[in-house]
């Protein structure tokens, strides 16, 4: 799945959009089961909570792809890519396919959502409230579920396309070949909507 050897790459994911994924990776697994020990748990949540603001701004400040003007689509669209996936003829996209904007966006709300409920939970107004707790519970491993659903999103693409994308997203780059053929998908049927890259 990596790119044949002497392969044409192009730029697709900035130092930022990296450090930021693989950063939040970590502090998120660790944050996620240290909810006994909170004085880890805490300050690393409110790591998490910075760069989540800093990604946010870099999403109209940054690289191409890194903005969310080239991955956020409409409804529509989101419905359309999920309709040719679900037929083995989804197109291939550089940055994010609309599915994976989409599921990007929603994970951004609700690890900004999680944390401020954590927040809530240890201020004296909700300490001894027990439906914040349940939200804060709830809402963390709902956040957990749509990283399952993100990680086998990414593998699904990956052999779809037959392009290693976490190796993407470690060295920031992808094949260029499909891009110069149109941008098209590597399977055997070629999705007809939205721009390929
Ligand atoms: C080990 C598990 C994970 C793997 C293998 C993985 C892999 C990836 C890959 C390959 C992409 C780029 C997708 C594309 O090509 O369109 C991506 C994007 C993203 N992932 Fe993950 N991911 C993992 C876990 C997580 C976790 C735990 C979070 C959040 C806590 C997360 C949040 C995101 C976000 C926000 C993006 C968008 C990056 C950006 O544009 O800044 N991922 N992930
Ligand atoms: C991405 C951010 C966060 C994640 C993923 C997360 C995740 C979790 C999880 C999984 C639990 C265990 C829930 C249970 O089984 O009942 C928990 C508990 C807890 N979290 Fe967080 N948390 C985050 C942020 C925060 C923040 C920012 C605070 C406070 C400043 C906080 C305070 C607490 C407290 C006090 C508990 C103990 C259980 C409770 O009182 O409900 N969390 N968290």
Same mark, same amino acid.
């Given at each position: 799945?990596?790119?044949?050897?002497?392969?044409?790459?192009?730029?697709?994911?900035?130092?930022?959009?990296?450090?930021?994924?693989?950063?939040?990776?970590?502090?998120?697994?660790?944050?996620?089961?240290?909810?006994?020990?909170?004085?880890?748990?805490?300050?690393?949540?409110?790591?998490?909570?910075?760069?989540?603001?800093?990604?946010?701004?870099?999403?109209?400040?940054? +690289?191409?792809?890194?903005?969310?003007?080239?991955?956020?689509?409409?409804?529509?669209?989101?419905?359309?890519?999920?309709?040719?996936?679900?037929?083995?003829?989804?197109?291939?996209?550089?940055?994010?396919?609309?599915?994976?904007?989409?599921?990007?966006?929603?994970?951004?709300?609700?690890?900004?959502?999680?944390?401020? +409920?954590?927040?809530?939970?240890?201020?004296?107004?909700?300490?001894?409230?027990?439906?914040?707790?349940? @939200?804060?519970?709830?809402?963390?491993?709902?956040?957990?579920?749509?990283?399952?659903?993100?990680?086998?999103?990414?593998?699904?693409? +990956?052999?779809?396309?037959?392009?290693?994308? @976490?190796?993407?997203?470690?060295?920031?780059?992808? +094949?260029?070949?499909?891009?110069?053929?149109?941008?098209?998908?590597?399977?055997?049927?070629?999705?007809?909507?939205?721009?390929?890259?």
């Amino acid at each position: 799945m990596a790119p044949a050897q002497g392969a044409r790459t192009v730029p697709v994911w900035d130092r930022f959009v990296r450090v930021f994924h693989w950063t939040t990776v970590g502090l998120f697994a660790i944050v996620f089961v240290t909810d006994r020990v909170q004085w880890i748990h805490q300050p690393l949540a409110y790591v998490i909570l910075v760069l989540v603001l800093a990604r946010i701004v870099w999403g109209f400040v940054g +690289s191409r792809h890194a903005r969310f003007a080239d991955f956020v689509h409409r409804p529509r669209t989101v419905r359309a890519y999920l309709e040719d996936l679900r037929h083995g003829r989804a197109r291939r996209y550089l940055g994010h396919n609309p599915a994976g904007g989409a599921m990007v966006v929603a994970i951004l709300f609700m690890l900004v959502f999680v944390t401020a +409920s954590g927040w809530l939970c240890v201020t004296p107004e909700f300490l001894h409230v027990e439906w914040m707790h349940h @939200v804060h519970h709830i809402s963390a491993h709902l956040l957990l579920l749509m990283i399952f659903a993100h990680v086998a999103g990414v593998l699904w693409s +990956s052999v779809l396309h037959r392009e290693n994308l @976490v190796r993407a997203m470690i060295t920031g780059r992808k +094949s260029a070949q499909l891009e110069a053929e149109g941008g098209t998908t590597a399977g055997p049927g070629v999705g007809a909507r939205g721009p390929a890259v």
